[in-house]
């Protein structure tokens, strides 16, 4: 039977729409959309989401097709036991793709009760873009779609300062919600926009900074038919993910009133100063992940749970987390080694299918937010590099050849970084260049990386050393040698 032919679901009733969502990605639907329908569940809050594609790849269809609804299947251990919460979310009543619906996305922006703005556009999402432009329909980065929005709902409600909204990004970035709220003023500067719609953007609308945790595998391919089989219908949409959940806010009490996460069981909070939580689980949580890809991939594995059962591999992460990322961690020891101890084990969760490959989109810009400010750390506090986190660095480099073993690898960046990192590498395998020249072309190049990494002290040397002893010895002589260390 298919999802839409399930009774449960059939009927369900229509919800004004007080979000609006950019992305519909597994994270987002594993992580927000799943939140918002237990809140509708057990208050009065009663949201509808609108999602919004962010970019042009890609057109949402099957969500579109399944009208919005989806399953989430999150397992994992709860006070030591196993456990298992299967639910079918109903809250999401419109898919946009403004690429193709431009006038629909626009006249979201006046509805009254929408009040909620949340985004998942990666790192290298919230940025600005000079070739925007404000007729553009639509321009080309989230920020310029949402600065049109808002001067769209702006106009209609004649700046009403009530109908501004709360926005509430979870890209992994520092300060997220302000860095949104700088972008959005800089294309109303950039397009000349009135003075009036600033203030109202500035003193109507509310950027909270925010703080998500969650691992989502995505598609549960391996256990798609047990899931099936309880919910009596097929779900091409089926996502999961770990138990575990962690939405940390910061910002006014205004959002208490109107989003009523207090009310429930979830492990939302509003919290004063998220900077030394962000940098724990940033460093820890996500410095792991991203270290792990190339690492575990280049080893052969595809997912996180059996990279976890590759004593390289677990070697490897546990360098890189108790030597080399807790030194440069200001949190008493006990509570930072607990942290990276649990993480261990969330990684070991048998129930979810977390494939490298997914963990590895914008792997170049991750690097940067989660790994290279520890880098630069553990220099300054042991006047030595990091072994096991430059090690990652030079596999992030190797993996971004594009193939290994004769094996093409899907990786999904920036086109001008793939053709970059292949023309770079085709360039030493064709002897034009040698391996120094090749790791400082590509450390040198600060569109990446956003500086030159090889004014960092020793770098270039070590990285190249690293990448020649993966050509020379085979990856996992050359992981066994950093293991060592």
Request: contains cysteine.
């Amino acid at each position: 039977m298919n999802l839409l032919n399930n009774n449960a679901v059939k009927n369900r009733k229509s919800l004004p729409i007080k979000v609006m969502q950019f992305g519909g990605g597994n994270f987002l639907r594993a992580f927000v959309d799943i939140s918002i329908q237990k809140i509708n569940s057990t208050t009065e809050f009663n949201a509808g989401i609108a999602v919004i594609k962010p970019t042009e790849r890609g057109d949402y269809q099957e969500l579109k097709s399944q009208d919005g609804l989806f399953s989430v299947n999150l397992e994992g251990y709860a006070n030591d036991t196993f456990e298992q919460d299967l639910t079918v979310v109903d809250c999401i009543q419109e898919v946009v793709n403004p690429y193709s619906e431009w006038d629909a996305y626009l006249s979201l922006a006046k509805l009254p009760e929408l009040r909620f703005i949340i985004s998942n556009t990666t790192e290298a999402g919230i940025v600005f873009n000079t070739d925007d432009a404000f007729d553009n329909h639509p321009p080309k980065e989230f920020p310029a779609k949402l600065t049109v929005w808002l001067f769209h709902r702006f106009a209609h409600f004649k700046g009403d300062k009530d109908k501004g909204c709360m926005l509430l990004p979870v890209e992994l970035i520092e300060k997220n919600g302000e860095t949104l709220k700088q972008c959005i003023l800089q294309y109303a500067d950039h397009w000349s926009l009135t003075d009036a719609f600033k203030n109202w953007i500035s003193n109507s609308c509310i950027f909270y900074n925010t703080l998500v945790d969650r691992i989502v595998s995505g598609y549960p391919k391996d256990k798609i038919e047990e899931i099936e089989a309880k919910l009596g219908y097929t779900d091409k949409l089926a996502v999961a993910g770990e138990l575990y959940h962690s939405w940390l806010l910061e910002g006014p009490e205004d959002i208490l009133a109107e989003f009523p996460f207090q009310e429930t069981d979830l492990n939302i909070e509003l919290v004063s100063d998220l900077a030394s939580y962000r940098n724990l689980k940033v460093r820890i949580l996500n410095g792991a992940h991203t270290s792990m890809v190339p690492v575990a991939y280049l080893l052969g594995e595809r997912l996180v749970k059996d990279a976890m059962n590759n004593a390289l591999v677990v070697n490897f992460i546990k360098g890189v987390l108790m030597n080399e990322v807790l030194t440069t961690l200001d949190f008493p020891q006990d509570y930072k080694q607990q942290f990276a101890n649990d993480v261990l084990t969330r990684f070991k969760n048998p129930a979810l299918e977390h494939k490298l490959i997914s963990i590895s989109l914008n792997s170049t810009s991750k690097f940067v937010t989660r790994l290279l400010p520890t880098l630069k750390d553990y220099l300054g506090i042991k006047g030595r590099l990091p072994a096991h986190i430059t090690f990652a660095l030079s596999a992030l480099l190797r993996f971004y050849e594009g193939s290994f073993d004769n094996e093409k690898i899907d990786l999904n960046d920036k086109s001008s970084i793939l053709e970059y990192f292949s023309n770079t590498w085709q360039q030493f395998r064709e002897n034009n260049i040698d391996l120094n020249t090749l790791t400082s072309q590509i450390l040198g190049n600060a569109d990446i990386w956003n500086e030159d990494l090889n004014q960092i002290s020793g770098l270039t040397s070590n990285i190249t050393n690293n990448l020649s002893n993966i050509e020379q010895y085979g990856f996992e002589e050359a992981i066994s040698l950093i293991n060592q260390k």
